[in-house]
């Protein structure tokens, strides 16, 4: 389940953030804090975690303390999905 | 903070280390806090108010904790609120025991007016507890008396008006006001604290918080003056008992307290001499001195600030809180995305979580096009970074300076996905590095100079075209 969330968001952040497509993430890269996500493109990540689990991401928690890799976002969808 | 009271503070925390086995941690930051909110607190020419701006911080938070609580308080609650009336009537008492005077910076009023102040704020609390019970239209007004006082308080004609009314109630002449007498010690942090407590009540985030410990967190004296804003659920837990002051910790703490002292009170202090001013924006006609004040402000303001935030921390670290960062090598980042998540970072987190994240949302979920989302947002949040440290032009455009600066940056960013530059990867950096430095540097000359006439002419000077 985790590792089938990781794929989807890396296809997501890659293609439509970073739009490098054909470049893959490190489950452990540093998101947020390393610069690859900046605040603006944070709010269409979590508007896009709501749209594919159902899963709210509160404004308080789009930053690198709550998460900053794929492997902790994934982790967070996990477990309010569940 | 003086010196002198900084290193009073580093000294109880050596004393506190030793004391721990007999005496409650959690208790005793909670009565240093309380008694520092008062010592701290600058003198006013205005009567008893150096007293009575303490009193109303205090008196704020225990009304947003009782308009916030959860569940029904308990014996330790009243226990606090038992502790801080007394620490209070304490202050007011000092007036007659002359070593205590030094409790406040101007004799506090009689008794009756301490008591009548207390009684007030009781009995405002004990109807938030009974009719707040986490309704949202107690919670948002009090979002808003936070919101009118930082307002009245910033805004210099409101601050004049309220210095005057309150020299008036005082029987003191109004027409001597100034916007300096209403130096509320970090009413600017306080105000964000529990504007983000009422914020994070209505999004039911929040947990329970007993008074001792909610009170300690408001007025935490290492971050009062001059913050981090630390968030709530990071502070609390670190009051638990357990705290040991081992060799490592006091090392650690120690470097921390040393180099802001050495930032704020050597470097930064040292810079002032000839950092940009409106005095000496006049005086220098000549490119290259400009840019010199110009880099010496730059580097002033950032040790002064940093400083302060360091010894914040190594002072915490003395008592056993870790407060968060909110500097790490700003100067230092290649864009201004990256200076952004490393300048002020507890201030931009709180507007990018109460302001600008939702503001976004909710443009996001009406359809509105990328760039003009992203141009609205950064204008208004870092329009609203600059009101934040004052209400005049000059702040406000140096909020404006950066919120196009972070668009300018957000769209060379996409642009420069698509079609990336055939530069070695180190030189583009190098570029991007060199080109946020002399943003940021200029964005300073608006935030230095109140008077537009004076930033007009430094900017001319530092172009060479002006004289």
């Known amino acids: ?82 | 903070m003086t010196l002198t009271q900084i290193l009073i503070f580093a000294g109880l925390g050596l004393l506190a280390g030793r004391l721990y086995r007999w005496l409650d941690r959690a208790w005793l930051l909670f009565a240093a806090s309380v008694l520092a909110a008062f010592w701290l607190q600058p003198a006013s020419f205005v009567r008893n108010l150096p007293y009575l701006l303490p009193l109303a911080s205090l008196g704020l938070a225990a009304l947003v904790w009782a308009l916030t609580l959860p569940r029904r308080w308990n014996r330790q609650d009243a226990w606090a609120a038992g502790g801080l009336t007394a620490l209070v009537l304490l202050v007011s008492a000092s007036r007659f025991v002359e070593p205590l005077s030094a409790l406040s910076p101007a004799r506090p009023p009689g008794l009756e007016l301490a008591a009548g102040g207390l009684a007030l704020l009781a009995a405002a609390a004990v109807l938030a507890y009974r009719l707040g019970r986490g309704q949202a239209a107690w919670l948002n007004s009090g979002v808003l008396l936070l919101i009118g006082l930082l307002v009245a308080l910033k805004s210099p004609p409101l601050a004049q008006a309220t210095s005057a009314w309150l020299r008036g109630l005082g029987g003191q002449d109004p027409a001597l006001a100034s916007t300096l007498d209403l130096g509320w010690l970090g009413f600017s942090y306080i105000a964000f604290r529990l504007i983000h407590v009422l914020r994070d009540r209505l999004a039911g985030r929040l947990g329970e918080v007993g008074l001792r410990d909610f009170i300690t967190y408001i007025v935490f004296f290492p971050a009062l003056t001059a913050g981090p804003i630390e968030r709530v659920e990071r502070f609390v837990p670190q009051l638990q008992p357990g705290f040991v002051l081992d060799s490592a910790g006091l090392l650690a703490a120690g470097r921390r307290l040393l180099s802001g002292l050495v930032m704020k009170f050597v470097l930064a202090d040292g810079l002032a001499f000839f950092a940009l001013n409106p005095v000496n924006a006049w005086q220098v006609s000549q490119p290259l001195w400009m840019w010199l004040l110009l880099s010496a402000y730059a580097l002033r303001i950032f040790f002064d600030f940093a400083g302060y935030t360091s010894i914040a921390i190594g002072l915490g670290q003395l008592f056993g809180v870790t407060l968060p960062e909110n500097f790490t090598q700003p100067y230092r980042k290649p864009n201004l995305t990256q200076f952004w998540n490393s300048w002020h970072i507890t201030l931009a987190q709180w507007f990018r979580a109460y302001f600008f994240n939702p503001f976004t949302r909710w443009l996001r979920g009406r359809g509105a096009p990328v760039w003009l989302v992203v141009l609205l947002g950064q204008l208004s949040t870092m329009g609203l970074i600059g009101l934040w440290h004052g209400i005049t032009w000059n702040f406000l455009a140096w909020g404006l300076w950066h919120g196009l600066g972070l668009f300018a940056h957000n769209q060379w960013a996409q642009f420069a996905k698509a079609r990336p530059l055939p530069l070695e990867p180190r030189l583009a950096s190098g570029l991007g590095w060199l080109a946020t430095l002399v943003f940021v540097a200029l964005g300073w000359v608006w935030f230095a100079l109140p008077q537009p006439a004076d930033a007009a002419h430094v900017f001319g000077v530092l172009a060479g075209v002006g004289r």
């Open chain 1, 1 to 82: 389940m985790k590792a089938e969330i990781i794929s989807k968001l890396n296809t997501y952040i890659t293609s439509e953030i970073l739009k490098r497509p054909d470049k893959t993430l490190s489950a452990t890269e540093a998101l947020i804090s390393g610069g690859l996500i900046d605040s603006f493109s944070l709010v269409d990540l979590s508007l896009f975690v709501e749209q594919a689990w159902s899963v709210r991401l509160d404004d308080t928690e789009l930053n690198a303390e709550t998460f900053d890799t794929l492997e902790q976002l994934a982790g967070l969808i996990e477990a309010r999905a569940s």
